[in-house]
C-alpha cells in the first residue's frame, strides 16, 4: 500500500468508527437482532515462572470470544504459540477482520463457517481455535448436551492428566514434584543440559511414572538415543518431540534404538502432516491450539489412530476455556497433558476438574463453564 492509499484507507476507518450506532453496514443488518462478538486480549499469570527449552515468562495473552445469537452466548479461546509466530493481537485483529462473517452465520452450520474461516485466515491457528470453541460450546447450549456427548463419548472414559514440571533448578524443581503430590503421573520438561540433574532431582522426591518432553531440545540423533535409553533406566514413559520437528529422518533412526514411544508434538501441526509421521513417531500430541480447534483435533485424533499410532491431547498455558474444549474430546485419546488452567493463578473460569488426577468434566450443556468466584 503506498502512503495515498494509506491515507485513504485510514479516512475510510475513522468515517466509519465515527458513524453512528444507528446505521449498519448490510453484513451488520445481515446478522440477527441481539448478535454480538467481543473479542479480548486476557493476560493469564502464571503461578511459577515457567521456563522450557524455548522461552521463559511470568504470564501469558491468549485471546478470548463471546459469541451471542438467540440469546445463547459460545465462549472460547486461543492461546497463541509463540514457536509458529502468533500472538494474542494478531489473533484478535485476524477475528476481527471477519467479524461479519461470524455475526451473520448460524454456529449450527460450524463445519461451513470454520471451512470459510480458515479459506480467510492464512494461520492464525489460536484464533482458528477461539472461533471454532465458541461455535461448538454454541451449538451444545442450542442442543443443550455437553459436547463430550455431542462427539458421542463417555465421560467415565476421561483419562488422567499429567501435570507438567518446567525446566527449573534441583531445588525448586523438587518442590514443583512436591506440589504436584495429587497427580499421579508427572510431564517433565528437558532440553537443556541440566537434563540429567532435573530428573535427578524428580526422582529425588518421587517414583511416579514420568514423561518426558524435550521440546525439540536435542540437536542430534546420537545424543537423543543415549538419552532416551537413560530417560527409560529412570521410568520414563515416553519422550516427546526429541529432535527438531524437521528432523523426520533421524527421529525414524532413533526410534529403531529406543524402546519406550516418541511422541511428535511440534512436528505435528495439523490433519496433512500425520502419514509422513507415522513412519518416524508412536505418536501425536493434537492441541487445539495448534491446529485450530476442535474439529482439527478431531479429525487429527481419528487419522492417527487409523494409522495404529498412540493418541494425546495436549494444551498450552490458557484458561479453563481452552483447557475444557480439549478435555471434552479426552475420551478418545491414550494420554492427556491437560494442565494449562492449573499453572495460572487468575482463571476467570471453571470448567474440567482435575480428581486424584483423572480429568472430569463438566455436565452442563456446551462446554459446561461456569465464571469463576472473584
Ligand atoms: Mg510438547
Redesign the pocket.
Known amino acids: 500500500m503506498n502512503r495515498r492509499e494509506f491515507v485513504k484507507t485510514a479516512a475510510i476507518a475513522s468515517a466509519v468508527t465515527s458513524l453512528p450506532s444507528s446505521i449498519l453496514t448490510a453484513a451488520e443488518a445481515a446478522a440477527p437482532q441481539g448478535a454480538s462478538l467481543e473479542a479480548k486480549v486476557v493476560r493469564l499469570n502464571l503461578r511459577h515462572t515457567w521456563t522450557?527449552h524455548m522461552s521463559s515468562s511470568a504470564y501469558r495473552d491468549t485471546l478470548h470470544l463471546k459469541l451471542t445469537r438467540d440469546g445463547i452466548t459460545g465462549i472460547g479461546e486461543g492461546a497463541p504459540i509463540v514457536r509458529y509466530d502468533e500472538d494474542a493481537v494478531r489473533g484478535k485483529a485476524a477475528v476481527e477482520s471477519i467479524r461479519d462473517l461470524l455475526l451473520s452465520s448460524s454456529p449450527l452450520h460450524y463445519e461451513k463457517v470454520m471451512a470459510e474461516v480458515r479459506r480467510r485466515f492464512h494461520g492464525n491457528y489460536a484464533a482458528q481455535a477461539a472461533i471454532d470453541i465458541a461455535l461448538m460450546d454454541w451449538v451444545g447450549k442450542k442442543h443443550g448436551v455437553p459436547l463430550y456427548e455431542h462427539y458421542g463419548l463417555d465421560r467415565a472414559d476421561a483419562p488422567i492428566t499429567t501435570f507438567s514440571i518446567g525446566i527449573d533448578n534441583p531445588e525448586t524443581t523438587r518442590l514443583k514434584v512436591e506440589e504436584a503430590a495429587p497427580f499421579p503421573v508427572l510431564k517433565i520438561?528437558v532440553g537443556l543440559d541440566t537434563d540429567e540433574a532435573t530428573l535427578a532431582a524428580v526422582r529425588a522426591v518421587t517414583k511416579k511414572p514420568l514423561r518426558v518432553?524435550a521440546?525439540e531440545g536435542w540437536k542430534n540423533k546420537e545424543e537423543a538415543v543415549r538419552k532416551i535409553n537413560w530417560l527409560e533406566s529412570q521410568g520414563v514413559e515416553f519422550i516427546?518431540?526429541p529432535l527438531p520437528a524437521e528432523m523426520i529422518e533421524e527421529t525414524r533412526w532413533v526410534r529403531s534404538r529406543v524402546h519406550i514411544p516418541i511422541?511428535a508434538?511440534?512436528a505435528c501441526v495439523n490433519l496433512a502432516a500425520i502419514p509422513k509421521l507415522a513412519e518416524a513417531y508412536d505418536g501425536i500430541?493434537v492441541?487445539l491450539d495448534k491446529c485450530g480447534g476442535m474439529q482439527q483435533a478431531y479429525a487429527m485424533i481419528k487419522t492417527a489412530k487409523s494409522l495404529g499410532m498412540k493418541t494425546m491431547l495436549?494444551c498450552m498455558i490458557s484458561s479453563s476455556v481452552s483447557v475444557t474444549a480439549a478435555a471434552h474430546l479426552s475420551p478418545l485419546v491414550d494420554y492427556a497433558?491437560l494442565d494449562g488452567n492449573l499453572l495460572i493463578g487468575n482463571d476467570p473460569w471453571v470448567g474440567v476438574k482435575v480428581v486424584n488426577g483423572k480429568l472430569v468434566l463438566p455436565e452442563g450443556p456446551g462446554l459446561g463453564l461456569t465464571p469463576a468466584q472473584v
Do not use: L, R, S, V
Open positions: 522450557t520438561k518432553d521440546n516427546e518431540q511422541i508434538d511440534e500430541n492441541k495436549g497433558d
